[in-house]
């Protein structure tokens, strides 16, 4: 299981990478591909604080300076390495309060899979809001990055 959390977290660290790097190249990055990438460092920060029982640094929707995401990028990084390095029970249930304070109880692997997933799903409402924007998105599919 660690192995295939590190592939999946070395995936998802190239998609964001690539990401930050087109960002910062252009003259102007579309309002809401900020807003959504954003929400995509702040998820990823709030699962992992969720998964070692520590409080977030960010809320869900706080927004970030673009000159930022690769440092709390690299920070989301080494936390989910540190996590899937330290784990021996990926079956462990973990109690946690979602932003609406509500309580729940999931697997450390369900919260792992969610982050992938919820990352990639918003990297693709990225893509389309570039090319909504007039700009190539980038292709950032599994498959691309495998090659």
Known sequence: MKVFFN??????????????????SLDGVP???????????????????????KASEYGVFQLHDIKDWGD??????RASF?????????????????????????????MLFHIINHSAHHRGQIAMDFRANGLEPIPLDYIHYKR
């Open 72 to 77: 709390i990028h690299y920070e989301n990084q």
């Open 7 to 24: 592939q999946l977290f070395d995936y998802n660290f190239y998609c964001n990478k690539k990401l930050i790097e087109a960002c910062n």
């Open 31 to 53: 309002t809401k591909s900020i807003g959504l990438f954003s929400h995509i460092l702040n998820a990823h920060h709030i699962w992992n604080a969720r998964a070692i029982g």
């Open 82 to 110: 540190e996590i899937t390095t330290n784990s021996d029970d990926f079956e462990k249930r973990i109690d946690y309060e979602n932003s609406e304070g509500r309580l729940f109880t999931n697997t450390l692997q369900d």
